[in-house]
């Protein structure tokens, strides 16, 4: 199950430095167009859609690497059970939270695709498609969020101090 999972969020880490690259080459379409008169319709509405996407798919590798920015005033000042209790009920309360801004984004998706919902750019693009990246970038956090809350509870989360990070 382990690997599994590693593969889900390196995948999702993957995904979202292609949507990365995809970015580029639209910026670069853009700017050469410009440069030679002639006009690639849809690119800024694209780099657009990757960019979000990028940001999603990214959300669960980053949180498993422990490159999360965590507000740790209390947590950092707690050891042992009291500790813990905060770690799981931060996990829990993390989990529950994405849980919703995934199902919204599923929903949202599907009201996009069951009504049609274009771009209002000249590409016409249909919504869900875009859409659907965040959506699938929010149910793997929660999965991420979830695999912490059950690590933690096993005694077997490595937390990422900042002095193990920059080193």
Avoid at 31 to 50: E, I, K, Q, S
Avoid at 113 to 136: K, R, V, Y
């Amino acid at each position: 199950m382990r690997k599994i999972l590693d593969g889900l969020f390196m995948g999702s880490a993957w995904l979202a430095a292609l949507s990365m690259i995809i970015v580029l080459i639209m910026v670069l379409i853009s700017m050469v167009g410009r440069l030679l008169n002639f006009y690639a319709p849809g690119t800024d509405a694209y780099a657009g859609y990757a960019m979000a996407a990028s940001g999603f798919l990214a959300l669960a590798h980053t949180l498993k690497r422990g490159e999360h920015i965590r507000v740790t005033l209390i947590v950092g000042k707690l050891t042992g059970a009291g500790r813990k209790v905060m770690e799981l009920w931060a996990l829990l309360v993390g989990s529950a939270l994405s849980a919703l801004i995934a199902l919204y984004s599923w929903r949202l998706v599907m009201q996009s695709h069951q009504f049609h919902d274009i771009s209002t750019g000249n590409d016409a693009t249909p919504l869900w498609l875009p859409q659907m990246f965040m959506a699938i970038g929010a149910t793997v956090l929660v999965i991420a969020l979830i695999d912490e809350w059950v690590l933690e509870w096993q005694n077997r989360r490595s937390h990422h101090s900042e002095e193990t990070r920059h080193e």
